[in-house]
C-alpha cells in the first residue's frame, strides 16, 4: 500500500439492502394485500361455503400466481403492456367469460337449494377455486397486475439484480400474501359458517355468485 492511501472503512461500503427502503416495501405490501379486493373476497366466500381446508388449494394457487406475477413485472412485464395492450385485453375477456361461467354453478346451485324439499339432501354443484384456475386468475385480477407493475417500478432500487429484485419482492408477498389470505378465509369460515349449509345456503351460493360475476364485471369494464 501506498503512503498517504486509505483503507476502505465499513462506512465506505454500500449497504446490500436499503433498510428503509424494505420497511416502505413490508409496510405497501401489507396495506395492499390485508384490504379487500377480488382475492379476499373470494377466499373468505370460499372459507365460509367450504370450510380452511377445502380453500388451501385456491389459497395456494393465489400465493404461486402472485409470485410468477411479480417475477414477470420485474422483467419487464410492464413494458410488454404497454408495447401491446391488445394482451391485456384479450385475457381480460377470457378471464371474465369464464368467471361468468364459474358464477353460473352457484347461481344453480342456489336454485337446486331452493327447488328441493331436503336441503340438506341436495348434492351441491358449486366448488372451491381450483390451484391452477386460481394461479391463472392472477393474471387478469386488475389490482394485482396493478400492484405488481407498480412495485417492480418503485422498488427497482431495492437490489442490483434484477433477480434479487424478483426474489426479494416475490418472498414479500408471498410471506405477508399468505398470512393475509389465511386471515379472510378464517374469518369466512368462522363467522359465517352456519350459512354453508342447510336452508341458507340458498343465499349463501347466491352471494358468491354475485360475487365472482360482479368480479368478472370489474375485470373486464374496470
Known amino acids: 500500500m501506498m503512503p498517504g492511501m486509505l483503507m476502505p472503512t465499513n462506512d465506505d461500503r454500500k449497504p446490500a439492502m436499503d433498510t428503509a427502503l424494505f420497511v416502505s416495501l413490508i409496510g405497501f405490501v401489507f396495506i395492499t394485500l390485508i384490504t379487500p379486493g377480488p382475492n379476499n373476497l373470494l377466499l373468505m366466500s370460499s372459507g365460509a361455503l367450504f370450510g380452511l381446508r377445502r380453500t388451501v388449494p385456491h389459497l395456494a394457487g393465489i400465493q404461486l400466481g402472485f409470485v410468477t406475477l411479480m417475477t414477470a413485472s420485474v422483467f419487464g412485464l410492464?413494458?410488454?403492456?404497454?408495447?401491446?395492450?391488445?394482451?391485456?385485453?384479450?385475457?381480460?375477456?377470457?378471464?371474465?367469460?369464464?368467471?361468468?361461467?364459474?358464477?353460473?354453478?352457484?347461481?344453480?346451485?342456489?336454485i337446486k337449494y331452493t327447488s328441493t324439499e331436503s336441503w340438506m339432501e341436495t348434492a351441491p354443484i358449486s366448488r372451491p377455486f381450483r390451484f391452477v384456475e386460481a394461479l391463472l386468475f392472477q393474471w387478469?385480477?386488475?389490482?394485482?397486475?396493478?400492484?405488481?407493475?407498480?412495485?417492480?417500478?418503485?422498488?427497482?432500487?431495492?437490489?442490483?439484480?434484477?433477480?434479487?429484485?424478483?426474489?426479494?419482492?416475490?418472498?414479500?408477498?408471498?410471506?405477508?400474501?399468505?398470512?393475509?389470505?389465511?386471515?379472510?378465509?378464517?374469518?369466512?369460515?368462522?363467522?359465517?359458517?352456519?350459512?354453508?349449509?342447510?336452508?341458507?345456503?340458498?343465499?349463501?351460493?347466491?352471494?358468491?355468485?354475485?360475487?365472482?360475476?360482479g368480479t368478472a364485471a370489474l375485470i373486464l369494464f374496470g
Open 140 to 213: 387478469i385480477n386488475p389490482k394485482g397486475i396493478v400492484a405488481a407493475i407498480s412495485t417492480a417500478s418503485a422498488y427497482i432500487a431495492i437490489a442490483e439484480s434484477p433477480w434479487q429484485r424478483a426474489l426479494i419482492l416475490s418472498s414479500a408477498f408471498f410471506l405477508i400474501g399468505s398470512v393475509a389470505s389465511i386471515t379472510w378465509v378464517i374469518a369466512g369460515d368462522t363467522l359465517t359458517r352456519y350459512l354453508s349449509a342447510g336452508r341458507s345456503a340458498t343465499w349463501m351460493n347466491t352471494a358468491m355468485g354475485v360475487l365472482i360475476l
Open 78 to 110: 410492464g413494458v410488454l403492456v404497454a408495447r401491446w395492450p391488445w394482451l391485456v385485453t384479450g385475457l381480460r375477456m377470457l378471464g371474465a367469460t369464464w368467471l361468468a361461467w364459474l358464477s353460473l354453478r352457484f347461481f344453480r346451485t342456489a
